[in-house]
Nanobody
Framework: QVQLVESGGGLVQDGGSLTLSCLAS?????MGWFRQVSGKEREFVAS????????RYSDSAKGRFTISRDNHRNTIFLQMTNLKPQDTAVYYC????????????????????WGQGTQVTVSS
């Protein structure tokens, strides 16, 4: 069992920055961030391998967001810069507990544990 708790969401202005954190109670190999706008499907944002040497980003996140992890603290981070109103969503942390995979997964069905989500709102 892996329990995930996200934090760090909030309200920020267009062009601002936020860093999300996800504390895991157990071991997640691949870890990812997804987001969902009400009424739309959840979409992939970024993912990172267990050792942290491999990461993947959605086209919208590339160049603006950075995913990282601290395995000693069982925590992953998503640093978000140059935020835009279209980044407004609930952001979810996800863990793949089945084992290390390369390339690190980007699809929802590859993750078996999910956090409750944290709201990020970017005002224009």
């Amino acid at each position: 069992q892996v329990q995930l708790v996200e934090s760090g969401g909030g309200l920020v202005q267009d062009g601002g920055s936020l860093t999300l954190s996800c504390l895991a109670s157990g071991r997640g190999y691949g870890m990812g961030w997804f987001r969902q706008v009400s009424g739309k499907e959840r979409e992939f944002v970024a993912s990172i391998s267990y050792i942290g040497g491999s990461s993947r980003y959605s086209d919208s996140a590339k160049g603006r967001f950075t995913i990282s992890r601290d395995n000693h603290r069982n925590t992953i981070f998503l640093q978000m810069t140059n935020l835009k109103p279209q980044d407004t969503a609930v952001y979810y942390c996800a863990a793949d507990s089945t084992g290390p995979r390369i390339p690190v997964p980007i699809f929802e069905e590859d993750y078996d544990y999910w956090g409750q989500g944290t709201q990020v709102t970017v005002s224009s």
